[in-house]
């Protein structure tokens, strides 16, 4: 039998313990519906509050996050997310606000959202924004939506390729596979650009488009940006921005003006809406003018104009071709669109400058700090991320054990494997919100371990030794197959 | 203000380490005629200064807790959250923590998560929950993908009923825009009166999928096991969208064999925030759990014998397994499920039984007296959870015009959808909903000339 | 690691039995996936394939592959307890974890095997 750390919510219940229980009811009894139609049983937990709060802070304890310490994760831009966003959010205006009130009782609500797709383009230098879609790759998939209709609304059924860089995440393949898009691959080269010649070589008739991030994942920023995006476009492409690495190009260039026609936004990257453990995300699209009218619907918009006497009346208007809609209601509004208001109102024009800038200062200075201890495949002056090999000569350490021996010295370990064309790949990202102090530790423990590679590989091997639990057993729970637990007395019923 | 934790002093050491004068020569790849564009925003605000300009926005709002009277649903439902939830919510913790990918230092997500997807096969009795999807919407949609790829696309076609939300209809057709299929049954003119059975005979062996709501719509509760038995008998699987308060009450969407069970978990502990972001649960049986989009958690044990938790069937995600993934989805509603599980664990069994009653009381009560008032009724006659249509002698918009006007949201109208429905107002009762605002809506209605 | 003289390979390390048309993955392939705890059959019994079609598809704990058929042919068996225990690609790839047989197979571009032998330690470094 393992060892219980902490026992699970149904382990702890204990039948007739009662947490927060209802008023009586205040109308006169109706008799329940028909037996057949009602459950038999409820098989949930009996818990009293205290309970219920010591077993969660018990199991906060567990976790590492932003506000413990340095979080490197290469393409996730772990910055610290200020707490006036979490009072914001959590205004009563905002958060007792039901979906389908009339518009005129939610005028507050839609200014923001009207100013927040203003805010985004103008940041992003596109005509128009959605800020419907929930997480960057929902943001994708809104995107190959419309590249799609945009073809199809030009009768060109030709297309049915899309192009996509070897440096890039996984959800870009994805997003175009539910669409029923082949992939072609399009390697780098080594600058870690996109291969020019063999960019040259799949530009043709059949190409829906281009999805590329720029900065890629390697932290490098492309040097031919325009002469790849011209290409894609002189044969008839769409140009796709994955704005998962926005975070280095706030108030440095608009993707919009480099060409782009689409880039989804991660609200919960660069605009520090937290990441909540995973999730919810937020990611707005912005599109240039030939794709406006394709954005999903509904968009806010100004339905009625201001007069001498009344504000503009802000509502909701459905592009003429639109692709549909993409979620139920309006976007993430409390937990995304208002905390990526308040950051970004707090910051400006030249707050955003300075948030890249710093960025790509700090993974530089930590790019410079490793360089010569660990291998750099693209080494030149990186954006906001960069990546390092995991490896060394002759040592059997390999990523997946520096990752886990940087647990012992306090830090979240970068991204690892990733990307896929560098071996062993350790992908930094400082982000912004970390002192130089921080990143001297940081790069101070990186070096250290590389020297107890080389006298104590067995300290790697079996790291992390700090933290509250070990390497764990992945197999054992692929085979297995244990994905929910029950109450107690319900284990002996289960077939 | 910034968040900048670097002294200039700082900067300019850190840029003599880079080998570089200025902020600005870190950006020599950007082409220089695009370089540094000024941004037309407005200027910085202080904290203080964002703190009073947000709050001016959210109280121009009207709320359904300080301003007005509430009978909206459809959807999205204003329920009492205990103080628990929001406290366990605000952990740094947890809310500042990436997705549990070094299950070493994340153990605390992975459990919560693992617990939550325990609460969901518990409440709807299936075998298998995921770490969640963005909403109800898409996790409906994400049923669709699941049909699809476990039929390998040999099977097209898809009957839904009329009767499911008008907007998750439409998610399903923006998701399924690559799939070319055949779609049945999904007509808001249709004869809404008619039960489920109306839709077996369109459920024929290219069927893949079969979607259905539960209360429907328009709040009815309808038995779906004769039709989910004809549905497996031509080999087609069948798709839930149950609202998570009335399984609270009511048999199990697996009782009545139910191949795939989702639905938006909002009612549970989570704010109604103008719409998002939600909570959508999915769960099915195990045999389907490869074909099933989304992180999953499992349990396993770590290297010095402790149970612990991972995310597990990784491979079938869009990180490894790319464009032949089900979907691309990467992100769950993480902090949300946490605010579920603490929601379900805080109230509880009893609790939440309680919960499930006050809103079967209120509805039922209002519906009683609604039906008193001289050309009200209601519109159907099946058994219902907190929800339902009422029939009123004029227009819905009208009624909801005047009722604003007396401080109530009266309803959803339903004749933005349903072309027979122009009269009618979906109206939803919870446990928020007192006597006295319920005998207010009777009252006013009763003075409607 | 084992590579049976009496069989044909493909780059894309699937193996064929010309003398009764049974196929499945190497050695090589399981061991590169590592621990495997997914197979899906995606042609059935009477299915005819053609060079290259995808067969199976494969998931471990940490890769996702797909099966591409290296002969043509009518399909006269596949292994149908292969799902059930996945492991069974990991523990015997060219006995119990053969994947489907076919009739009458022509088989694609294949090599001997000492020539995949030779393929295969060029990729491990």
Redesign the interface.
Same mark, same amino acid.
């Given at each position: 039998m393992?060892?219980?750390?902490?026992p699970?919510?149904?382990e702890l219940?204990s039948p007739g313990?009662?947490?927060?229980?209802?008023?009586a009811?205040?109308?006169?009894? #109706?008799a329940?519906?028909?037996r057949?139609?009602?459950?038999s049983e409820?098989?949930? &937990?009996?818990?009293a509050?205290v309970d219920?709060?010591r077993?969660?802070?018990k199991?906060?304890?567990? %976790?590492?996050?932003?506000?413990?310490g340095f979080?490197p994760?290469g393409s996730?831009t772990?910055?610290?997310?200020?707490k006036?966003n979490?009072?914001?959010c959590?205004?009563?205006? !905002?958060?007792?606000?039901?979906?389908?009130?009339?518009i005129e009782?939610?005028?507050?609500?839609l200014?923001?959202m009207f100013e927040l797709q203003e /805010?985004l383009k103008?940041?992003s230098?596109f005509v128009g924004v959605t800020l419907q879609p929930?997480?960057?790759?929902?943001g994708?998939?809104t995107g190959v939506?419309m590249m799609?209709a945009y073809h199809k609304s030009r009768n060109d059924s030709k297309r049915t390729r899309i192009l996509i860089p070897d440096t890039a995440?996984?959800?870009n393949?994805?997003?175009?596979?539910?669409?029923?898009?082949?992939?072609l691959t399009i390697p780098s080269d080594a600058r870690g650009n996109v291969d020019l010649k063999a960019l040259a070589a799949a530009c043709d008739d059949t190409v829906v488009g281009m999805m590329l991030t720029n900065p890629n994942t390697l932290g490098?920023? @492309?040097?031919n940006?325009?002469q790849v995006v011209k290409m894609v476009k002189d044969c008839g492409g769409l140009m796709y921005g994955d704005g998962a690495n926005l975070n280095a190009l706030l108030?440095?260039?608009?993707p919009g003006?480099?060409g782009f026609d689409i880039m989804h936004f991660n609200l919960?990257k660069t605009f520090?809406v &937290?990441?909540?453990?995973?999730?919810?995300?937020?990611g707005p699209v912005g599109v240039s003018e030939r794709l406006l009218d394709f954005l999903?619907s509904p968009l806010v918009g100004i339905v009625k104009e201001a007069d001498d006497e009344t504000a503009p009346l802000y509502g909701f208007v459905t592009p003429k071709q639109s692709?549909?809609?993409?979620?139920?209601?309006?976007?993430? !509004?409390?937990?995304?669109l208002?905390r990526a208001?308040?950051y970004?109102?707090?910051?400006?024009?030249?707050?955003?400058?300075?948030?890249s800038?710093?960025a790509?200062?700090?993974a530089?200075?930590l790019q410079?700090?490793l360089r010569g201890t660990y291998k750099i495949p693209y080494d030149r002056?990186c954006m906001h991320e960069f990546v390092a090999e995991g490896q060394f000569e002759g040592s059997d350490i390999r990523a997946l054990d520096i990752?886990?021996r940087l647990?012992d010295y306090n830090f979240?370990?970068p991204t690892n494997y !990733?990307p896929l064309i560098v071996h062993e790949a350790l992908m930094i990202e400082p982000t912004?919100?970390?002192?130089?102090d921080t990143l001297d530790r940081f790069a101070e423990a990186l070096i250290k371990i590389s020297e107890e590679a080389k006298t104590s590989p067995e300290l790697l091997h079996?790291a992390?030794h700090i933290?509250?639990?070990?390497?764990?057993?992945?197999?054992?729970?692929?085979?297995?197959?244990?994905?929910?637990? /029950?109450?107690p007395e319900n284990y002996d019923s289960l077939p | 203000?910034?968040?900048?934790?670097?002294s200039p002093n700082?900067?300019d050491?850190?840029?003599k380490?880079?080998?570089?004068k200025s902020?600005?020569d870190?950006?020599?790849?950007?082409?220089k005629k695009?370089?540094?564009?000024?941004?037309?925003?407005? &200027?910085?605000?202080?904290?203080m200064e964002?703190?009073a300009?947000?709050?001016?926005?959210?109280?121009? %709002?009207?709320?359904?807790?300080?301003h007005?009277i509430?009978f909206?649903g459809?959807?999205?439902y %204003?329920h009492?959250i205990?103080s628990?939830v @929001?406290?366990?919510l605000?952990?740094?913790?947890?809310?500042?923590?990436?997705?549990?990918y070094? &299950?070493?230092?994340?153990?605390?997500?992975l459990?919560?998560?693992?617990?939550y997807?325990?609460?969901m096969?518990?409440?709807t009795g299936m075998?298998?929950?995921n770490?969640?999807h963005?909403?109800?919407?898409?996790a409906t949609a994400e049923a669709v993908?699941l049909a699809f790829a476990q039929f390998r696309g040999k099977r097209k076609k898809i009957v839904m009923s009329p009767t499911v939300?008008p907007?998750?209809r439409?998610?399903i057709?923006?998701?399924s825009?690559?799939?070319r299929l055949e779609e049945a049954g999904d007509d808001a003119s249709a004869d809404l009166e008619v039960g489920p059975e109306a839709l077996t005979s369109l459920i024929d062996e290219s069927t893949m999928l079969v979607v259905v709501q539960y209360p429907d719509f328009f709040g009815r509760?309808h @038995?779906y096991t004769k039709l989910i038995e004809d549905a497996h008998a031509k080999g087609a699987l069948v798709c839930i969208v149950a609202n998570p308060t009335a399984?609270?009450?009511?048999? #199990?969407p697996a009782?009545m064999g139910a191949d795939i069970v989702v639905g938006?978990a909002q009612p549970f502990g989570i704010?109604? /925030?103008?719409?998002?972001?939600?909570l959508g649960f999915f769960t099915t049986k195990?045999s389907y759990?490869h074909k099933m989009a989304g992180?999953?958690?499992? +349990?396993?044990?770590?290297?010095?014998?402790?149970?612990?938790y991972?995310l597990?069937?990784t491979s079938r995600?869009?990180?490894?397994?790319?464009?032949?993934?089900t979907?691309?989805?990467? #992100? %769950?509603?993480?902090?949300?499920a946490?605010a579920s599980?603490?929601y379900?664990?805080?109230?509880?069994? #009893?609790?939440?039984?309680?919960?499930a009653?006050?809103c079967?009381?209120?509805a039922?009560?209002a519906a009683?007296e609604l039906s008193k008032i001289d050309g009200f009724g209601l519109c159907f006659s099946e058994?219902f959870f907190h929800e339902f249509a009422l029939c009123c002698p004029k227009p819905a918009r009208e009624v909801?015009e005047y009722l604003?006007d007396h401080g109530i !949201?009266g309803g959803?109208a339903l004749g933005n959808d349903y072309p027979s429905l122009e009269n009618h107002i979906l109206m939803a009762f919870t +446990?928020m909903n007192?006597?006295q605002e319920?005998d207010t809506l009777i009252k006013v209605l009763k003075e409607m000339e | 690691m084992n590579v049976p003289s009496n069989l044909k390979y493909t780059k894309s390390d699937e193996w064929f039995d010309p003398s009764n048309g049974t196929i499945g993955i190497t050695d090589f392939a399981q061991s590169q996936l590592s621990?495997i705890?997914f197979v899906e059959l995606l042609v059935e019994e009477g299915e005819e394939v053609t060079v290259g079609k995808a067969i199976a598809s494969v998931e471990s704990?940490k890769a996702s592959a797909e099966i591409y058929a290296p002969a043509a042919g009518k399909i006269s068996a596949v292994n149908k307890g292969l799902s059930d225990k996945p492991?069974t690609l990991n523990s015997d790839p060219f006995g119990e974890g053969w994947m489907i047989k076919i009739e009458g197979g022509s088989a694609g571009d294949v090599m001997d095997s000492a020539a995949y032998e030779k393929y295969c330690e060029e990729r491990a470094h």
């Open positions: 393992a060892k219980i750390v902490e699970t919510i149904f219940s313990r009662l947490g927060v229980t209802m008023p009811s205040d109308v006169p009894t #109706t329940l519906p028909p057949h139609l009602l459950r409820l098989p949930l &937990p009996e818990l509050e219920v709060v077993h969660y802070m199991l906060s304890k567990f %976790n590492y996050s932003v506000d413990d979080y994760l996730c772990m910055k610290y997310n200020p006036i979490e009072d914001t959590r205004l009563p205006g !905002f958060l007792y606000t039901h979906p389908l009130q009339p009782t939610v005028q507050g609500n200014v923001l /805010w103008e940041i230098g929930a997480a960057g790759a929902h994708e998939f939506l799609a995440h996984g959800t393949p994805a997003s175009a596979g539910m669409l029923g898009i082949s992939v490098m920023f @492309d040097e940006i325009e108030g440095i260039v608009r003006d480099l919960h520090s &937290p990441h909540g453990g995973g999730g919810p995300g937020s999903p692709i549909g809609r993409m979620k139920a209601f309006h976007g993430h !509004f409390g937990g995304g208002v208001y308040t970004i109102s707090m910051h400006g024009p030249d707050g955003l400058k300075d948030i800038q710093y790509v200062l700090n530089n200075y410079v700090k002056i990752a886990k647990m979240h370990p !990733f912004e919100t970390e002192n130089k079996n992390p933290t509250p639990f070990g390497r764990m057993d992945e197999v054992k729970a692929a085979r297995e197959l244990v994905l929910c637990c /029950w109450l | 203000m910034t968040y900048i934790p670097i700082e900067r050491a850190m840029l380490t880079v080998g570089v902020l600005d870190l950006f020599d790849a950007v082409p695009h370089r540094f564009p000024e941004l037309d925003l407005p &200027p910085a605000l202080t904290e964002a703190a300009h947000l709050a001016d926005m959210a109280s121009s %709002n009207e709320n359904v807790r300080e007005l509430s909206l459809a959807g999205a %204003n009492y205990p628990v @929001d406290h366990m605000r952990r740094g913790e947890f809310y500042t923590a990436y997705t549990p070094q &299950p070493e230092i994340s153990q605390g997500t459990q919560a998560i693992f617990e997807q325990s609460l096969t518990n409440l075998e298998v929950s770490a969640s963005y909403d109800g919407a898409t993908s939300h907007q998750y439409e998610v057709r923006t998701y825009q690559g799939m509760i @038995d399984l609270l009450m009511l048999k #199990t009782e938006e704010p109604l /925030w103008y719409g998002g972001p939600y195990k759990v992180r999953l958690i499992g +349990e396993t044990v770590d290297s010095r014998g402790q149970r612990a991972v597990t069937l995600e869009q990180h490894i397994k790319r464009e032949r993934a979907s691309n989805i990467c #992100t %769950n509603q993480g902090l949300l946490l599980a603490v379900m664990s805080t109230l509880g069994k #009893t609790g939440l039984q309680q919960v009653n006050l079967y009381q209120k039922h009560y009683e058994p909801n604003l !949201f959803y +446990e007192s006597k319920i | 621990d705890v704990v492991e």
